[in-house]
Each structure stands twice: as structure tokens, then as C-alpha cells.
């Protein structure tokens, strides 16, 4: 951590990992605090999901220890999602819990794993309030919005992803990093549309709406989704970056883009070589290059499959 001149807070850099149930976020952090050990950087991993239970990876601060959501929904006879949103709003009236337990661990790089309830992050403020106040205590934070990869073989799921991401990006308002999760499964769910790079760049929308529109029940809302697709285009904020967390490079490469966006690369908490300031720097290129590097996978997982059915025949 460096001395930041707004207090005598210390800066702390780290990862709010977000997205709906089943994204993979629980994955994500246990995979990015061994990835982040590896590198050198010491990694505490905060539980902000008091349904969250066997967690895989070193849990330095947890949630239920103030609260539980079976505690919640026992005591007060609400069901999950109202009980999810009375313990972050529980949370954000217990700021001194937290900061009590976050100083332990300073001068690390925290890892926040947050509830999987999408409306946290579209709709409530108790979350939202509850990254504003971690700012306040020098926190350097970037959301990790994580997405189910297998949503790109559907182009209405797909436009529903980008509306919530989108959504989720205006709401939250910290430095945003959108992550399609478990590329290493994507070729089980069926061949794509369009490349991949179509769906992390998110480029020309009018063609998914076009795709759409092939299916008798969606060329009825044919209009509805030219105008969703034309809201996200005229904000021209989401793009992907994809993740298999099996694959190290994989996990560089998002590594790269979070500390992009919290301006870790530029802190004092690690004394890095030109070279690797750099790499951070031009983010952007290595997104191309990951982007590219599944495409290929994909595209030979295809392939095979496609000869192993010609040798059928």
C-alpha cells in the first residue's frame, strides 16, 4: 500500500467480483487469489455473500460471521431474495464491522465476492453504498461483472446480458471490467452465430437483431430489440474479456484489464519492471490477443467435431 495524500488512510487495491447466480464468481476468486500468490502480491478474499458456504478458497474476512441468509429467512420469514437484500442492507448499517475487520489485512489486495441477486447491482443501493464508503477509505476498487459464456449461443440472451451489464455498469458506478466466464466450456453449448470476437467487442449489434429475426417468435419484437440493441450501442461502454480460469494466460490477461481500471499497475504497492507497467498499459492489445486465442480454440473444437461427424457418415 502507498500513502495517499487525501488522509492518512493507506491506498488499497482490489476486485469486486460480481454477476448473476451461477457466473462462476466463487471460482473466479479462488482461482485469481492463487494466480495473484503466484505473482507475489499477498491476496485477502472478503465474502460479501452470506448464502455463500464451502467456500474453496482462504476466506480472511466473512460475512456471516455478522450475518446469514438461513438466519434471516428463519427470523424474519422472508424468502431469499428479500433476505439477500435485508443482509446488505444489515451490512451497510454495520460499516465499523467491516473496517474493523479489513484493517487487519493491510497492505493486501482484497478480493470482495459479492451475492449472485442481480438487482444488488441494477436496482438496490445498500451494495452501491457499500463500495462509495470503501472509497472513502482509500479503496481502490474495479467491479468484475462475470457472465456465463454460454449466454453468446443465444442472441436474446445475449442482448439481455449486454441490457443487464450495461444496467449494472451505470448503477454501481466503480471502474468496470465485463467477463465472459468458462470459455473452457463454451464449444459444449453449441456453434456460435458470429466469431467470438463479435460477442467481447460487441460490435455491429443490427446483425444480431437481424439473426433474430430468422425466428418466427422474435420477428414479432423485431422493433423492441433494434431499440434495446440501439440504447446499448448509443452508451458504447460494454465489451468482454474472456476467461477460462484453468488457463493461466487466460488469467493474465484479466489481471491485466482489472489492474487497468483501479490504476493498480501505477501504485507503490509493487515495484514492477517497465515491462510489465507496459504490458498493463496497453491492455487492449492483449485483449485482442486472449480474444483471439479462444477463437482458435473454438474454432478447432469445431472442426473436430465436424470431421468426427463426416467419419460417422
Known amino acids: 500500500m502507498s500513502e495517499s495524500s487525501e488522509g492518512s488512510s493507506p491506498l488499497a487495491f482490489g476486485q469486486v467480483v460480481i454477476g448473476p447466480p451461477g457466473s462462476g464468481k466463487t471460482t473466479y476468486c479462488h482461482g485469481m487469489q492463487e494466480f495473484l500468490g503466484r505473482v507475489g502480491r499477498a491476496v485477502a ?22 450475518i446469514t441468509l438461513t438466519d434471516v429467512m428463519e427470523n424474519l420469514k422472508l424468502g431469499p431474495n428479500g433476505g439477500l437484500i435485508y443482509c ?22 482484497y478480493l470482495f465476492d459479492c451475492p ?13 453504498n457499500v463500495f462509495a464508503q470503501l472509497a472513502k477509505w482509500n479503496f481502490r476498487l474495479a467491479a468484475v461483472h462475470l457472465v456465463d459464456s454460454h449466454y453468446c449461443t443465444d442472441p436474446g440472451k445475449f442482448i439481455s446480458v449486454l441490457c443487464t451489464s450495461l444496467s449494472t455498469m451505470l448503477h454501481v458506478e466503480l471502474p468496470h471490467v465485463n467477463v465472459l466466464s468458462k470459455m473452457d466450456l463454451i464449444e459444449q453449448y453449441g456453434k456460435l452465430a458470429f466469431n467470438l470476437d463479435y460477442y467481447t467487442e460487441v460490435l455491429d ?38 476467461l477460462n480460469v484453468q488457463d493461466k494466460d487466460s488469467m493474465r490477461q484479466v489481471m491485466q484489464a482489472v489492474d487497468k481500471a483501479n490504476g493498480c499497475s501505477f501504485g507503490d504497492q509493487e515495484h514492477r519492471s517497465l515491462e510489465a507497467l507496459m504490458s498493463a498499459a496497453v491492455g487492449a492489445d492483449f485483449h485482442f490477443a486472449s480474444t483471439l486465442a479462444v477463437q482458435e480454440k473454438y474454432v478447432q473444437s469445431q472442426d473436430k467435431t465436424v470431421e468426427e461427424e463426416v467419419m460417422d457418415m
Open 45 to 66: 478474499v472478503v465474502n460479501l455473500d452470506p448464502a455463500n458456504e464451502g467456500m474453496p478458497y482462504s476466506c480472511a474476512v466473512d460475512i456471516s460471521e455478522l
Open 88 to 109: 446488505m442492507e444489515y451490512l451497510e448499517a454495520n460499516f465499523d464491522w467491516l473496517q474493523e475487520k479489513l484493517a487487519a489485512f493491510r497492505g493486501h489486495y
Open 205 to 242: 449489434l443490427s446483425y444480431l437483431v437481424d439473426h433474430l429475426a430468422s425466428d418466427p417468435f422474435f420477428r414479432n419484437y423485431r422493433r423492441l430489440n433494434a431499440k434495446l440493441v440501439e440504447v446499448i450501442e448509443d452508451y458504447s461502454l460494454v465489451s468482454f474479456v474472456p
Open 116 to 128: 449472485g441477486q442481480v438487482e444488488l447491482y441494477t436496482h438496490h443501493d445498500a451494495l452501491k
